[in-house]
């Protein structure tokens, strides 16, 4: 009506933390076979049973697309009210999703984005670009200045896109301040792997500058391989920010100085998201009267000054 | 042909033997015969399988036993069972294939580059296929020359062909995921057939084809007699090292055509594709009843053995159970299967 | 030392008893449950009735350590040693000399030195792979195992199957050293010869059964026991070979032949409806002749040609599509698909050329297969029964039906009756005999120099890989061929 | 024993016959035995391995060929190479285990739980070593009583063992990584004993352990015996279901050890360690010239085939090699060294 005030549209928060009809939400994520992805799972979970009118069921935990495709098709038959999906592999997992939309249930896209834009009702995202730009930007500052810095990085399972475009952004960004990454391996998201490629990694390189390791689970290894080394000549990043890794930044004992957030709580925000679409609710702090469709989040670098204000985000290792 | 050598004069004795020299044991042997062939090994499978169904229908009344639920399961089996058809074959004569897994990656990747895709689009989707089967084909080539005429142990030359064809993927994909463009590709795995899934229907065909070609041709019995006894086939004059070649390549056209059927289910190609889908096949293959020493097994176990694990997924996935927890079952649960399988096998002969 | 023994299965009621010190021969026909009734005294089976007495006391026999414990050490029928390991590590294998876990190597390789020296083969060295020995070898490292263990009795289960008659002797100088000493010996052998040289008492075992216990062989004429065995007379004497047309062609050809380490400059034809014999001790080579002449093995020079035309060196196919066969010379690794039924082993060879189009018709294969099981008289007469459920001598006939199914120019048999009874024997004689005359060329290899002089229109002496003379069989006997052999491995 | 059947006056044949039966081939016969014997074996090993080295040495020569990087190469092939040493024992008797990988990663969660590290902290941190390794012998036990008394074939008790532990080791630690608290294990670790790691030392000592256990005792002997021959085993009076059972036992130690040591390494226990670390070891004791069908092998080409490959691992990132890259020569190389092993152990005996 017109005399409703533009701020009144949609949901209040107080409705929104109301119960409403009782929603069940399929959650399938790939296999949580990482801390990162250990904790998007609980945070999946916790966010459900914060929730008295959200009833979830958890799939399998899969890397392999078919397999998941498999759960999504059994969500779908369920009849579930929406589908909280963080694909092993976002393009491969689209035809079901549009499959899922198809048949009425809304999708909420987590972290790995489709490859259409018909595949789900919203899609929520980390930045992975950013984080490496987040990342690169923040090498620069501390090494910048030295135009021969030796600049390694420490990926994670290369043959994953999000691998690809966190050292793309890594690369775009050094190339800002005219440095490149001269040594690169890549590790699997796990503590062993870590520890392997960083050894072989230091070893291979003498002298290093700055360092960048994608991912703090890993960089429990990563830091095991530098302390064993003996080495320290180097700064180095973490990403994705676990608690560990923030303990360590605010100890400010290790090379470890800086991590980029990759937000665990996506898949949580998901499931907060797939409640609202279900229950006809929309964001209470948003005027417009609808979810939004896409949200990208924020890929923030945490150092020892502001780590205190990041802590409540870490993720358990 | 020897008609001439009829029992004439010379045979020793002119009476013959009152009894046979065999003790046979007259009367179990109807049913035993029956129990131990392949009837009574899958008995004990389609027992495993019905209980699991029956786990599945209490625990989960609703959803479960319908007919949907029932095109998951089979949809999501038909990609591993084609590839299980083809490694019985291998297990059967006595080898193994643990690269059938990538070969699938690696078919769905380069059936999807920019190339096959403007060919394809150019002409027709089919070409994207044809693509996929020669991957399958080229890679199972190597695997069996390596094995047979460089006496490279099977484990061996296809583990070193896992990690060269997931490599190769990824190089080519250049590690992005390809997506198929060609709606007539897309379009073709989405419909039904008499309300079953194109994909189910493959699996179906190539499960028949492949049960046709072990019990009803040459090339079945030559795989038997190889894997029951390499020796003796060669002495016999069977060419052994051929055989294997072709049976290589039998298991990577299988994992071509695999890796179409994945990108008909995902539309999308990548090297991730496949990955560990080769322990999923022999396990299947293994419970099936098929022997890892080669020179017995049958199709009809690894089809059972295929659909006993992924009903089994579908009744966790049902129970919202912890995957954690599934894995711990999904062990105790392969043990107890081998065990039943066994149970049910064992009246037969000879135990080792 | 009693022992009295009744079971089912396999053994339907069998007595036996045994005296320190004798010599106690266990006959009867392929299948008759020997192997089964020692494998019941060494414990790897358990009687399902009856009982075993020993020195006087009932004993059960739980499992093979518990057969030692009491004294009984057991050489069986198949060759039981381990290949990959020393032949000292498999004399003392199970009962290791050892101190806290530790193998005292030295110790054993001294102790079994002086076994092989007692055995007559002080030559080879304890520290050898068993792999690398020869089947007879690996007979003498069984036998040194079980007289490694403090025995009162040794059941020797064929022994002499795949020894040549040089070993032979050999090995009886044992066994009377043994029953010098107290020592009981149970021995198994389808020869009927070797029971009249070292035997005292015999047992024959028909179907299960005891038919005779305890015959002094001294009484008991060979024709009786051939009689107890079988059923039924047996003529054991080799049918009368009909001479070879002087115009026969010649169908195989073999010249200069050699396989670089065992054998060189081997030339020999064989024409048609002739029987060539190799004759020769074991280990000197024969079987890898026949294997080279079959193109299993790659000859390192020479040529083979059948009917004219030269095969291709080491293709199998080529000298199966050329109308040769081979019947290995051990039957279950080399000839059989144990598992698989009888028909399938007979087709193994021409299970192609029953097929259309690739599709198998197993309804021919499998008449086939009962025309020859037919005039074989393989037992059972089941087409479809495993090959593994079949005795030696009936499994040894699948291997010739093959070839005859197939119809060949050129059949290679190699120990064709190792470990056949008495009966089959003799049909596998007639049979060989037939095959010649229908125009078959055939080459014989047999440790038996009887047999290959029996058969063999034209005998071949080898030793040491050369052949040493190529003679008609009438012209020479068993004493000159030994002498022959004797000279040219000293030369 | 037999002392009273000595080799006395009775001696058999008067005349000992002249010659030995056996033709030895006089000649060529000393150094063919040589190489055909365990030493030609590990001969063509060693000269993958200095190849390999040499490639090293010639692309990265600052880096590599130093003391240091042996170091690294050391370090990271320990904790593979004390694995390997049990999955050598238990392929040698013809057996396989899959499951190392994920008992290694059970036995590095159950030692640094909360229970495990207070007791540690209260105690002396033994106690967390003790843990690992009582979860490697109970999970070896599992796996030996199920092949050995069950009758499971081993491929699939150690696969569904793999599958059970991996999923028992993420309830365990909640699918945290567990950071190791006491001090005095990760320094223990950090040590080093004449310039070489603790890590490298535990290595050398298993490695001697199991060369000794696998040579000079019964125990070692009657593994030997049991993959070469089983009945035969058997029928000698060898227990050969409690020997395969204290096989695996052997194996799942090593995998506790191993556990501990990537504590050591990495200062954190989780799920996610030794994943397809059974294929590696696998890899390296095959490549290392032990049968897959058991019989024969070496602990010497055990540690061949594991240092080759992490040698070739470090040549690989010493030329920043692209990670796809390395994967598809990973898989030529694999071909290559077997069939090099081959050529050098190749003189004996008849081929297949
Ligand atoms: N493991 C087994 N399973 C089934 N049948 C068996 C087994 N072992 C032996 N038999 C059967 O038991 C019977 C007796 O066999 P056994 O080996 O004792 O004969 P044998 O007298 O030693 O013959 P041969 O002279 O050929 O050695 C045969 O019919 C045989 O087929
Ligand atoms: N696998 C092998 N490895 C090494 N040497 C072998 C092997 N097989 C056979 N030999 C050797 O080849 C030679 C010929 O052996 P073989 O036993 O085949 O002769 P044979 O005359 O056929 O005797 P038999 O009566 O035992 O069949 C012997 O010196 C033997 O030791
Ligand atoms: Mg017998
Ligand atoms: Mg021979």
Redesign the pocket.
């Known amino acids: 009506g017109d005399d409703e005030s533009v701020v009144d549209q949609g949901t209040s928060s107080d409705e929104n933390a109301a119960s409403g009809d009782t929603v069940t939400i399929g959650f399938s994520g790939p296999a949580a076979d990482h801390g990162w992805l250990g904790a998007i799972n609980s945070g999946a979970q916790a966010a459900a049973d914060s929730f008295a009118d959200v009833d979830l069921k958890v799939a399998e935990g899969t890397n392999d697309a078919s397999a998941q495709i498999a759960a999504v098709e059994t969500f779908i038959n369920d009849g579930v009210d929406a589908i909280v999906l963080l694909p092993t592999d976002g393009a491969a997992l689209t035809e079901v999703a549009i499959k899922a939309m198809e048949a009425g249930i809304p999708v909420i896209n987590v972290d790995r984005e489709f490859s259409s834009p018909f595949a789900a009702r919203a899609t929520i995202l980390g930045d992975n670009y950013g984080m490496g730009v987040s990342a690169g930007h923040y090498i620069c500052e501390q090494v910048g200045d030295n135009p021969d810095a030796v600049v390694a990085e420490i990926a994670g399972i290369d043959s994953l896109p999000l691998t690809q475009d966190r050292s793309q952004g890594f690369a775009d960004a050094l190339a800002d301040c005219d440095l490149e990454v001269s040594a690169r391996v890549a590790a699997d998201f796990t503590v062993a792997g870590g520890e392997a490629a960083a050894s072989q990694l230091l070893s291979a390189n003498p002298q290093i500058d700055a360092l960048w390791n994608h991912d703090d689970d890993q960089g429990v290894g990563v830091l095991a391989a530098i302390e064993s080394a003996g080495r320290d000549e180097f700064i180095m990043m973490g990403g994705a920010g676990s608690k560990n890794a923030m303990d360590i930044i605010k100890a400010d004992d290790s090379v470890l100085k800086a991590t980029v957030i990759y937000p665990s709580t996506q898949a949580a925000d998901g499931v907060a998201l797939a409640r609202l679409i279900a229950q006809g609710k929309t964001m209470s702090d948003l005027i417009t009267p609808s979810v939004p469709n896409r949200i990208v989040l924020d890929a923030p670098v945490v150092t020892k000054d502001n780590v205190d204000q990041f802590y409540d985000l870490a993720f358990e290792s | 042909m020897s008609e001439q050598t009829t029992p004439g004069g010379a045979v020793a004795a002119p009476t013959p033997p009152p009894t046979p020299t065999?003790?046979t044991p007259a009367k179990e042997s109807g049913i035993r015969r029956l129990l131990s062939g392949s009837v009574g090994r899958n008995l004990g499978l389609v027992v495993a399988l019905l209980l699991i169904v029956a786990v599945g229908a209490i625990t989960s009344p609703d959803n479960f036993a319908t007919w949907s639920n029932t095109l998951v399961i089979l949809r999501q089996a038909s990609i591993v069972g084609v590839i299980s058809i083809g490694m019985t074959f291998v297990i059967i004569s006595g080898g193994i294939d643990l690269s059938v897994g990538s070969v699938m990656g690696l078919a769905s990747v380069v059936a999807t580059i920019d190339v096959a895709q403007d060919l394809a689009s150019a002409t027709h989707w089919t070409v994207m296929v044809l693509f996929a089967l020669l991957v399958g084909v080229a890679a199972g080539l190597i695997n069996g020359i390596v094995i047979a005429y460089g006496n490279v142990v099977a484990f061996m030359a296809t583990l070193a062909m896992l990690v060269s064809a997931r490599g190769l993927a990824e190089i080519v994909a250049e590690r992005r995921t390809l997506i198929v463009g060609d709606r007539g590709f897309v379009g073709f795995f989405r419909e039904d057939f008499l309300g079953v899934d194109v994909l189910i229907w493959i699996f179906i065909l190539v499960a028949a084809a492949g049960w046709i070609l072990l019990n009803r041709t040459t090339f079945g019995r030559r795989t038997v007699a190889i894997g029951g006894n390499r020796e003796a086939s060669r002495l016999a004059g069977i060419n052994v090292k051929r055989h294997t070649v072709w049976l290589y390549v039998l298991a990577g056209l299988c994992a071509g055509i695999a890796g179409v059927m994945i990108l008909g289910r995902t539309t999308a190609g990548t090297s991730t594709h496949g990955q560990l889908l080769e322990l999923d096949a022999i396990a299947a293959v293994v419970v099936g009843g098929t022997l890892l020493i080669g020179g017995r097994g049958t199709i009809v176990g690894t089809v059972l053995g295929v659909l006993i694990f992924q009903t089994l997924t579908n009744v966790f996935v049902q129970n919202n159970l912890d995957s954690s927890v599934q894995a711990v079952a999904k062990g105790v649960i392969i043990v107890v299967a081998v065990l039943l399988q066994q149970r049910f096998a064992k009246p037969a002969?000879?135990s080792s | 030392m009693t022992k009295a023994f009744a079971g089912v299965r396999?053994l339907k009621g069998v007595d036996l008893d045994i005296r320190p010190g004798e010599v106690h021969c266990i006959l009867?026909?392929?299948?008759?449950?020997?192997?089964?009734?020692i494998k019941t005294l060494a414990g790897v089976h358990r009687p399902d009735e009856g009982e075993i007495v020993w020195q006087g006391e009932t004993v059960t026999i739980a499992d093979p350590q518990a057969a030692i414990d009491l004294g009984i050490a057991t050489m069986y029928?198949e060759l039981d040693v381990v290949d990959g390991l020393t032949i000292a590590e498999n004399v003392f294998l199970g009962h290791e000399l050892a101190s806290g876990g530790f193998t005292r190597r030295s110790e054993a390789a001294k102790l079994t030195k002086e076994l092989l020296k007692r055995l007559g083969h002080g030559s080879l060295s304890p520290n050898t792979e068993v792999g690398r020995l020869s089947a007879a070898n690996k007979q003498i490292v069984s036998m040194a195992r079980a007289l490694s263990h403090d025995i009162k009795l040794i059941v020797m289960d064929?022994p002499s199957a795949v020894l040549d008659s040089e070993e032979v002797k050999n090995l009886f100088s044992v066994v009377r050293e043994l029953t010098r000493a107290g020592i009981a010996v149970v021995y198994i052998t389808?020869r009927l010869e070797e029971i009249r040289e070292i035997g005292d008492r015999i047992t024959v075992?028909k179907d299960?059964r005891s038919t005779a216990v305890g015959l002094e062989v001294a009484d008991t004429p060979t024709a009786e026991l051939i009689r107890l065995m079988t059923g039924r007379e047996v003529a054991n004497v080799f049918p009368p070979a009909e001479p070879v047309a002087d115009d026969a062609p010649v169908v195989l050809d073999v010249e200069g032949l050699a396989l670089e380490g065992v054998f060189s400059g081997v030339t020999f034809s064989v024409r048609a409806g002739e029987i060539v014999g190799l004759a020769g001790l074991v280990g000197s080579g024969r079987s890898e002749i026949l294997e080279t002449v079959y193109g299993a093995r790659k000859s390192t020079a020479g040529s083979v040609a059948v009917g004219g035309k030269r095969l291709g060196r080491g293709s199998v196919s080529a000298a199966v599509t050329a109308g040769v066969g081979l019947s290995p010379e051990e039957r279950k690794s080399q000839g059989l698909v144990l598992d698989e039924p009888i028909f399938v082993n007979v087709t193994l060879s021409t299970f192609g050329r029953f097929a259309k189009g690739g599709f198998l018709d197993t309804r021919a294969e499998r008449s086939a297969a009962r025309e020859q099981i037919e005039a074989l008289e393989l037992r059972p007469p089941d087409p479809d029964r495993p090959a593994v459920?079949?005795?030696?001598?009936n499994q040894q006939k699948i291997l010739l039906a093959r070839w005859l199914v197939h119809g060949t120019k050129v059949l290679l048999l190699d120990e064709p009756t190792r470990?056949v009874?008495v009966g089959a024997r003799a049909e596998i004689y007639a049979l060989i005999r037939r095959l010649a005359a229908a125009g078959n060329a055939i080459v014989i290899v047999s440790s038996e120099i009887e047999e290959v002089l029996g058969l063999a229109d034209t005998v071949l002496v080898v030793a040491d890989g050369k052949v040493l003379t190529t003679v008609p069989a009438a012209q020479i006997d068993e004493h000159g061929v030994l002498d022959l052999v004797m000279k040219g491995a000293a030369a």
């Not at chain 3, 009867?28 to 009734?37: H, M, R, V």
């Not at chain 3, 459920?389 to 001598?393: A, H, K, P, Q």
């Open positions: 065999e003790p002969g000879r | 396999a009867g026909q392929n299948g008759a449950g020997k192997s089964t009734l029928q064929e389808h075992l299960g459920t079949l005795s030696g001598g470990g009874d």
